[in-house]
């Protein structure tokens, strides 16, 4: 029998940390924001092409950034969810948006997965924090979903095959999508079955997005039914200069002779998204030198297969280690998405959704033929033992009767609780979800003050002091509090839902009428001081920071930090560093001592012409916690302090020089 239960997982983990307390108001220039010229549409797929660069994020808003986690590593006990039968072990975590930890295979005790032996969050989400290994759940937009880390409602149902199967479900509250996971182990079944839906209950249709990435140990040849492959220029999905174009390259030498299909073969981090014929299979594998390993495979829905790499250059090394322990062996993903491509955002309209199957699971291929030059011959080779092990038909079929019986079914034992954002919003819409219950006792502290909106047409009056919650930013909120009672508060919150929607002339003009009669001052002079920088006017962005950290300085001391950080930054950016070291020293000591400020220590004393001691900060050694995927500004400073290498330690360069 199939088992659903609970579980302790224990790993050396960094503690996440409170999310950061101030409005993700940043316009994004990185993730989520293909900037793809109409030249490089020119001879793509009609659906490809339209897809391009649609509806791309301006912002994060309405999710914070989750930044508030270091590096130090304790053993710390996770609540995990254990699915199991004879022949396979899964362990989910539904506290870190249901990643699928291990994949464990029974009859001969293989992992399936690159299995990470530490949780050590780093800055790759959308948002901020997310950490490597297992099977990830990504909606919403280009990049690691802002659920990475975050807690997903769990519970169990009775599975397609009368057993019982898992089920995991959240609102996305970038796209405003309600959706749910199902996974189920059928009786002696060596693969493991993943049901998704996501749905539109809108009336308008909304941009839709999906990639489920698996990472594997990277001394694997990853093959799937593809003679090419689209390859994003400076590749790696990070704002270091990656142009958006596609080129096609075949597969699997690239025009340099090069085995793309061995991720060891590579220098430097790459993206291949694979052109998998029209009635092709979908299906991906990683396998060993023996012919052993995962693969995975879907219903035609799921379109897209890629390839993941991080090179074996310095940068692809260092990374791969800033997210492990030393002497973890590293890691590429293979992952599935709804489109061909990871620019590509899908219409979903108005009161419809999109829903597949996915299997995961052992495959085992003659190892001189998947190894061999003929690449024809290699993919026949696994198409042949995945037909054996899950014929098409049966996960068709197996899709059809999930769809049918279990995917409205509503759930039973509850084993996990996610955010109270899904009951907002089913409260102020009406919406019926079934399989997916959003229930009034969910709603939380955030949720209060929106419930109290919707009932009475009015915001609270916050307590003294306290941080702005998060404001939720769609059409429909965004209409009440343009018709609430205009006190400070509620223009501070209408004026971010306003910046959400691209009306960034009127959020400017409902902060400014806050901040005439506003007690607390701070909250809408950061956000004046955001519009500022992003249009240009850095001088008045740094007094209007420097002013918002004076008037919030004493309060929240993660307030304080969050503010002091971004003030010393636009601060050194308009050049103005004796008023940044004014602010700086102002720090607590232990809030001084983190990397992230030793950083901006560094870039303080360079434009105060004390390069040396700038250099010094550098020997001793810092570590910048939430440094971003690609970020090349350590290496920016040091060449200003050096002409020596960059030192190993700094170096997070992933793309070629």
């Known amino acids: 029998m199939t088992t659903v239960r609970r579980a302790v997982l224990t790993l050396p983990a960094a503690q996440l940390g409170p999310d950061n307390p101030l409005p993700a108001l940043h316009h994004l220039g990185g993730p989520g924001t293909p900037a793809v010229d109409e030249r490089d549409r020119t001879g793509l797929p009609r659906d490809m092409a339209r897809q391009l660069g649609h509806a791309p994020l301006r912002t994060l808003l309405p999710a914070r950034m989750r930044d508030g986690y270091g590096r130090e590593r304790t053993p710390t006990a996770l609540e995990a969810i254990e699915i199991e039968n004879d022949r396979l072990r899964v362990t989910v975590l539904p506290g870190l948006g249901g990643r699928v930890h291990s994949l464990l295979h029974k009859p001969t005790g293989r992992e399936l997965l690159y299995r990470n032996p530490v949780l050590q969050p780093a800055a790759f989400a959308l948002n901020g924090a997310w950490f490597s290994g297992g099977i990830e759940w990504n909606i919403g937009a280009r990049g690691h979903t802002t659920l990475s880390c975050a807690p997903l409602h769990a519970a169990v149902v009775p599975a397609p095959d009368g057993g019982e199967m898992l089920r995991l479900w959240e609102w996305e509250r970038l796209r405003d999508l309600p959706f749910q996971v199902d996974l189920w182990l059928p009786p002696d079944a060596e693969h493991l079955r993943v049901g998704i839906r996501i749905r539109n209950p809108h009336e308008r249709a909304v941009p839709c997005y999906w990639w489920s990435n698996t990472a594997v140990p990277e001394d694997r040849r990853i093959l799937a039914p593809a003679d090419t492959a689209w390859l994003p220029h400076f590749v790696g999905g990070t704002p270091i200069g990656y142009t958006h174009a596609l080129r096609r390259v075949p597969v699997p030498r690239t025009d340099d002779g090069t085995d793309r299909t061995y991720p060891l073969q590579s220098t430097h981090a790459g993206d291949y998204f694979y052109a998998l014929p029209d009635g092709q299979r979908r299906w991906i594998a990683a396998l060993d030198e023996h012919g052993a390993g995962l693969v995975q495979t879907s219903t035609d829905g799921l379109l897209g297969r890629k390839l993941f790499v991080w090179g074996t250059g310095r940068g692809g090394r260092r990374w791969q280690e800033w997210l492990t322990e030393p002497g973890t062996p590293g890691y590429a993903e ?163 839902a306003q910046w959400a929607a691209g009306d960034l002339a009127q959020a400017v003009r409902s902060w400014e009428r806050g901040l005439k009669n506003a007690a607390e001052r701070w909250p809408l002079l950061y956000c004046l001081a955001v519009a500022d920088r992003e249009d240009g006017h850095l001088e008045r962005a740094a007094e209007r920071c420097a002013e918002a950290f004076d008037d919030q300085y004493g309060g929240d001391p993660l307030v304080t930090a969050a503010l002091g950080r971004e003030t010393v930054t636009v601060l050194l950016a308009a050049s103005r560093p004796a008023e940044a070291r004014a602010v700086l020293s102002r720090l607590p000591e232990d809030v001084r001592s983190r990397g992230a400020f030793r950083y901006l220590e560094a870039r303080l004393l360079l434009a105060e012409g004390r390069a040396a001691e700038a250099r010094a900060v550098f020997d001793e050694g810092f570590e910048v916690a939430d440094l971003k995927e690609g970020a090349e500004e350590l290496g920016e400073l040091w060449s200003q302090l050096t002409d020596e290498p960059l030192p190993y330690a700094y170096d997070f360069r992933m793309r070629p020089n």
């Open 334 to 496: 293979i992952q599935a998405g709804l489109a061909r491509t990871q620019l590509e955002h899908p219409t979903l309209e108005g009161g419809e959704e999109v829903s597949w199957l996915e299997v995961y699971g052992p495959l085992t291929a003659d190892p001189a033929t998947v190894h061999g030059e003929d690449w024809a011959a290699a993919r026949a080779s696994v198409e042949q033992a995945l037909a054996s092990a899950v014929p098409r038909a049966e996960v068709d079929a197996a899709y059809e009767r999930w769809r049918a019986a279990a995917a409205d079914t509503e759930p039973g034992r509850r084993l996990a609780i996610g955010s109270g954002w899904g009951a907002l919003e089913v409260l102020r819409g009406h919406y019926e979800l079934p399989g997916t219950p959003f229930e009034p006792s969910l709603l939380g502290e955030e949720q209060r003050p929106w419930l109290d909106l919707l009932r009475t047409g009015a915001l609270p009056v916050p307590e003294p002091g306290a941080a702005p919650v998060p404001t939720p930013v769609s059409d429909a909120w965004r209409d009440m509090l343009e018709t609430a009672p205009a006190d400070p508060v509620t223009e501070y919150h209408l004026g971010v």
